[in-house]
């Protein structure tokens, strides 16, 4: 059960995702990702980064500090990043619903911005790290209460081809 | 003037000459009037018999010309239409003598009375405002002329000029709205920039759905439109040209997210909120490009910026004090006062065209409410309250307030309403499909 439904968010991601490089996120479905983006049991394929080590990390209600849960997962995150120099990276910072339109789009920032620092600080290059924030705009889940709210206060960190600029 | 067909409504305003005789001072004997300023306020009675048609085939014109008024006059909720139905008598000509005994006997205390006619195209309606009660006419006939397919234009012109007279106040019928439209799914949401008259009417789209779109906000004289979209990738501050929906990007950003555009008065620089390193000050910039100038600066969220009436101060929000909260600095930066001291964040400020109110986004307990407070923070009234109101816009009088309610749980959608800023008449205002984010642009010329 717990797995259709994280399947399920992943696809309804899929379509939110407004972006013109080729992208290796697990919430991308579409044909040219999931030809390229590998098995998940080959440690340097961005299926890999996607759902062994996990492309996202959540935060607390109007809070942009890197829980020691979200820590673990990044030092991964960077630990892969620098052994896959290919792979660049744009850092999509999301927030509830649970505020103002432009004050959540704010907040994603400080959220992208966090896990950008984590990863730098962890070696990972800045300039494949970009950052952009989609504030309340782009949940992942639904409904309203806490339930959905805490899968959309996250910061995914997004797969693209090509070095950094 | 904008230059689409559809505007171009070359509305002439012109006294009647036989009706210059009425003395001005006739319209200032003050009996018919109601004093919007008062919280409760029981809606005066109107009638309003179907204009005359003059010419042939003016008749569906007519109809609906006073249709709308009617509507106008009803959905400020200050009026109550007296149902056709109810009336003795009929106007049987424009230019009769009224029988004010038989409006007394329905109990209308203003009759508006009116003709239609059409040639050529253009459409011409003139009309007077009585006081029954009285027994006089409030203030002198006019006329407006237009085309057929800017005739609910027309109608406006009408009731924006029936509600000045009776309320001594400016009307806002004859104005427009800037919004988001939104379909689709939650999690999925298709959005682009529509534009309507502010009742609803009218509905043009300004921007495909191809790219995620946020706030529009209008300049003070209606002709341009400012809003953040992400066809870049990045959220970036565009401008569009209502006339003919031309767009072009204001390069604010570089590679940084700008957002939370809104005009100066003048109509000749932008402030909007620009994030480096996680960070969201407010910044203003030249709308014809050049320098930018970085007006707050503090690790705090910055945004949601706008201006006093006379370009001379900003209000805008900042979480410097642990939560959002509103504050006023100059047009120049530099120290700010915080205003907002109640319970609860405050986001969202908008300056009232009058200068004496500020309207904004209150989330207190789960709930949200739009409300209103004085620039210098007292008499702070909560106007609305629901599961999401947010983004109060002014109508160009500064009496009522449009804003986004969006609807609870996984079918939840967002569409607008109005109030007056008394808390009185919620409206639901109808929109095709889903609805944020309305920008209330200026009375039209």
Redesign the interface.
């Known amino acids: 059960m717990r797995k259709i439904t994280l399947t399920a968010l992943m696809i309804g991601a899929v379509a939110l995702s407004a972006c013109s490089q080729d992208r290796f996120n697990a919430a991308d479905g579409s044909a040219n990702a999931a030809g390229m983006s590998g098995s998940v049991n080959d440690p340097t394929s961005a299926a890999y980064f996607n759902q062994a080590i996990g492309d996202r990390v959540l935060f607390a209600v109007d809070q942009s500090t890197l829980s020691p849960e979200a820590e673990r997962i990044l030092a991964q995150q960077a630990q892969w990043l620098n052994s896959n120099t290919a792979y660049s990276a744009i850092i999509e910072g999301h927030a509830d619903e649970q505020g103002t339109r432009e004050y959540n789009v704010a907040l994603g920032a400080r959220r992208a911005s966090a896990v950008q620092s984590f990863l730098v600080q962890r070696g990972v290059a800045p300039n494949r790290l970009k950052t952009v924030s989609y504030g309340k705009e782009r949940p992942l889940a639904i409904c309203s209460d806490e339930s959905c709210y805490q899968q959309n206060r996250r910061a995914v960190t997004v797969l693209t081809t090509g070095a950094g600029t | 003037m904008t230059p689409t067909k559809l505007l171009a409504l070359a509305l002439a305003l012109l006294a009647l000459a036989p009706f210059v005789s009425a003395p001005a001072a006739q319209a200032q004997d003050g009996r018919l009037r109601i004093e919007i300023t008062e919280g409760v306020i029981e809606p005066l009675p109107f009638a309003v018999p179907t204009f005359q048609a003059e010419t042939s085939g003016a008749a569906p014109y007519a109809e609906e010309i006073t249709r709308v008024i009617a509507a106008d006059l009803s959905g400020t909720g200050l009026f109550r239409e007296i149902p056709s139905s109810a009336f003795i008598a009929n106007v049987s000509s424009f230019s009769a003598p009224i029988q004010y005994a038989d409006w007394k006997a329905v109990n209308a205390q203003a009759l508006i009375t009116g003709a239609v006619s059409e040639q050529g195209g253009q459409i011409t309606v003139k009309f007077r405002v009585y006081d029954v009660f009285s027994g006089t006419e409030l203030g002198q006939g006019l006329q407006y002329t237009g085309t057929v397919d800017g005739i609910r234009r027309i109608a406006h012109k009408v009731a924006d000029t029936v509600y000045s007279r009776i309320t001594g106040e400016s009307g806002y019928f004859d104005s427009r709205v800037v919004f988001v439209s939104e379909s689709g ?5 298709q959005k682009r920039i529509a534009i309507m008259d502010y009742d609803g009417a009218n509905v043009k789209y300004l921007t495909d759905s191809a ?2 779109v ?2 529009p906000r209008f300049s003070k004289d209606g002709n341009r439109v400012l809003y953040t979209s ?1 066809e870049t ?3 970036q501050i565009f401008v569009l040209e209502v006339g003919s929906a031309q767009r072009r990007a204001l390069g604010t950003g570089g ?1 940084n ?1 700008a ?2 555009p809104r005009f100066s008065p003048d109509g000749q620089s932008i402030i909007f ?1 620009l ?1 480096q ?4 000050d407010i910044y203003r910039m030249d709308v014809n490009g050049g320098s930018i100038t970085q007006l707050t600066n503090s690790p705090a ?1 910055e ?2 910026p706008s201006f006093s009436p006379d370009g001379s101060r900003i209000v805008f ?1 900042s ?1 410097r004090s642990g939560t ?1 909260q509103l504050y006023i600095m100059s047009a120049n930066g530099g120290e700010a006062q915080r205003i907002s001291f109640g319970p609860g964040r405050y ?2 400020p908008v300056w009232s065209p009058r200068g004496d109110l500020i309207a904004f ?1 209150k ?1 207190n307990a789960g709930r949200f409410h739009i409300g209103v407070m004085r620039t210098d923070g007292s008499e702070e009234r909560l106007l609305t309250a629901s ?2 109101d ?2 109060p816009t002014w109508a160009p009088n500064g009496r009522v307030i449009m804003f986004t309610r ?1 609807s ?3 079918a ?1 959608a967002p569409a607008l309403y109005s109030v007056d800023i008394s808390g009185r008449n919620l409206r639901r205002v109808p929109t095709p499909d889903a609805a944020s ?1 309305p920008s209330w642009g200026p009375l039209q010329n």
Not at chain 2, 185 to 189: C, N, S
Not at chain 2, 277 to 280: D, I, L, V
């Open positions: 799914p939650k999690d999925a949401r790219s995620l946020l706030a992400y990738g990045q959220p590679g997210m957002f939370s909120s994030e390193g996680g960070n969201s969220i945004t949601a929000e979480d959002q986001g969202t986004t989330q599961f999401l947010e983004g969006e609870q749980g996984a939840g984010d």
